[in-house]
């Protein structure tokens, strides 16, 4: 199973708008809408921020969203803040009990 | 609330096997399945696998089939992770975490770093 396609890095100035995306297959993003998105912090443990593509865990900021168009799944931070800078990574499910993780995207707030 | 307490950091020469343990709490423990997924250093997250702390089902990564087990003792509400033949590219941090819904996992444990080293 080979990983899902993050872009390596994105940077947005604060108060503006990034997306970034994340490319599988039809054997994972395309047939599932089972997309997740984490945000890691440095020398912290990941946290859930969007699950089933689009859908929003109680306590994230609503400026988190998440969309799909066939194989492609993309996050969106809207009014880009500081605390934003952290690393993410998208996460599919891939049929037969299996998933599959994002190389992850570094984004770096200028 | 919800939590998991990862054991702590081990060192192991190559060739020898490691068990790492994630205590949870905080939810009835039979209700989720945990996953256990790796970070090697400056890299990204990799999935290893899953076990369902009910009746101790488990699905691996092809990746570390043959090499990997998962085990729970659901009364002392503690998952383990047992990892063997460890070379040097296992080195990473791993961490269990919650599948709250399908490829939701909602809690992570705080991390358990494995150094491999000779």
């Known amino acids: 199973q080979s990983a899902l396609t993050q872009p390596a890095s994105v940077s947005g100035s604060p108060g503006q708008s990034i997306s970034i995306s994340c490319t599988g297959t039809?054997?994972?993003?395309?047939?599932?809408?089972?997309v997740s998105w984490y945000q890691q912090h440095p020398g912290k443990a990941p946290k859930l921020i969007i699950y089933?593509?689009?859908e929003r865990p109680s306590g994230v900021s609503n400026r988190f969203s998440g969309s799909k168009s066939g194989n492609t799944a993309s996050l969106t931070i809207s009014g880009l803040q500081a605390e934003d800078e952290a690393d993410y990574y998208c996460?599919?499910?891939?049929?037969?009990?299996?998933?599959?993780f994002g190389g992850g995207t570094k984004l770096t707030v200028l | 609330q919800v939590q998991f307490v990862q054991s702590g950091a081990e060192v192991k020469k190559p060739g020898a096997s490691v068990k790492v343990s994630c205590k949870a709490s905080?939810?009835?423990?039979?209700?989720?399945?945990i996953h256990w997924v790796r970070q090697a250093p400056g890299q990204g997250l990799e999935w290893m696998g899953w076990?369902?702390?009910?009746?101790?089902?488990?699905k691996y990564s092809q990746r570390f089939q043959g090499r990997v087990t998962f085990t729970s003792d659901t009364p002392a509400s503690t998952v383990y992770m047992e990892l063997s033949s460890l070379t040097s590219e296992d080195t990473a941090v791993y961490y269990c975490?919650?599948?709250?819904?399908?490829?939701?996992?909602?809690?992570w444990g705080q991390g358990t770093l494995v150094t491999v080293s000779s």
């Open positions: 975490a919650r599948e709250g819904g399908v490829i939701n996992f909602d809690y």
């Open positions: 905080g939810y009835t423990l039979t209700t989720y399945s």
């Open positions: 076990v369902k702390h009910g009746n101790s089902d488990t």
């Open positions: 039809s054997g994972d993003v395309g047939n599932y809408d089972r």
């Open positions: 089933e593509v689009t």
């Open positions: 996460c599919s499910y891939a049929g037969s009990s299996k998933v599959v």
